[in-house]
């Protein structure tokens, strides 16, 4: 056999042709297959640095707001309390605070002017007046010490804790109430005045409004406050929220205004007593 005749058997063997032309795919194949792994892996750790990016964004700002959170507390403790050396320092022996001292003016003002137009009203509208108030005091008559302290006073807190809360209401019910009372105690002043002297009727009428006046021109400053504070949410105006507002109110009114009221209510059950 001649080398030319072996070298044609080799090239033209279609077995052999076939098994090396299969190892060639086999390792082209293998080849496809790890760069396919490769991507995998490299799309899976993209994916895996996309949602750690996602959840640290998340997290910081989660944290901003719970930071911006306390500092707005922080600030509504200071606007609506205040620092205890400024914000709650008080004027006129600890009764009224500066959160208030622009409305204890203005209903001060209404209250005098009220004061003085009872003062010179017709006498038809000043015997109505003192009807309803001799009609009020004669409830009373019979009524034990006790019982009328209690009831004297529920109703003047049920009625202080009502103008306060309805200030709300754009501040009109606190001083609708200051303007009425101002006006029935010009009204008492005059007829007592008319009937045993205006010197003798100023100690008449000056132990019915020395501690109930102020307590009600408190809380009716407080409900006034609310007010312009719901009237400048309705302008848009933002700020804290109207609850905490409230809470510093009523927080006032137990530390002030119920004590006042306490002696209010045992001086006019003294006085209903005794005739006065």
Known sequence: ?????????????????????????????VGDESGIRGRRA??????????????????????????SSIKDRKRLKTHVWGEMKEDDSLNLG????????PYILILALIFAASFLAGTVAPSPIRKQMIGVFQSVVGNYQGVAGGALFFNILVQNVMASIFVLISGAGLGIVPTFAICSNGFGLGVLY?????????????????????FEIPALLIAASYGLWLGMIVVRKMRGRGGPLLKSHVEH??????????????????????LIITGG
């Open 1 to 29: 056999m001649t080398p030319s005749s072996g070298l044609s058997q080799r090239s033209h063997n279609p077995a052999k042709a076939k098994s090396r032309s299969s190892r060639r795919l086999t390792r082209h194949d």
């Open 42 to 67: 490299v799309i899976s750790r993209t994916c895996l640095s996309i949602n750690s990016s996602i959840l640290r964004m998340e997290y910081e700002e989660t944290w901003q707001t719970v930071c």
């Open 94 to 101: 600890g009764m009224f605070d500066r959160t208030i001292k």
């Open 190 to 210: 005059r007829q007592a005045g008319e009937v045993s002297g205006y010197s003798k009727a100023v100690l008449k009428v000056l132990p019915y409004g020395v």
């Open 249 to 270: 109110a009523f927080r006032r009114y137990f530390a002030v205004v119920f004590p006042l009221l306490v002696i209010a209510a045992a001086i006019e059950t003294a």
